[in-house]
């Protein structure tokens, strides 16, 4: 183990050199005129996860 969380390491152990995933834990998806409330949200400190702004 390499210290991260779960959803942040390698989803493999093998690397080639050429290509690299991760995954990322999508805490909630807001439309871009939401952006407020996405800060507000976040502010708050309570979230576990990436707060997405759709364009």
Do not use: C, W, Y
Not at 10 to 31: E, K, M, Q, W, Y
Not at 32 to 46: F, K
């Amino acid at each position: 183990m390499d210290g991260r969380p779960a959803h942040a390491r390698p989803l493999s152990n093998h690397h080639d050199g050429r290509t690299s995933a991760v995954r990322i834990l999508i805490a909630r998806t807001f439309p871009l005129e939401d952006i407020a409330a996405a800060q507000d949200l976040s502010a708050e400190g309570h979230v576990r996860g990436k707060l997405v702004l759709q364009l």
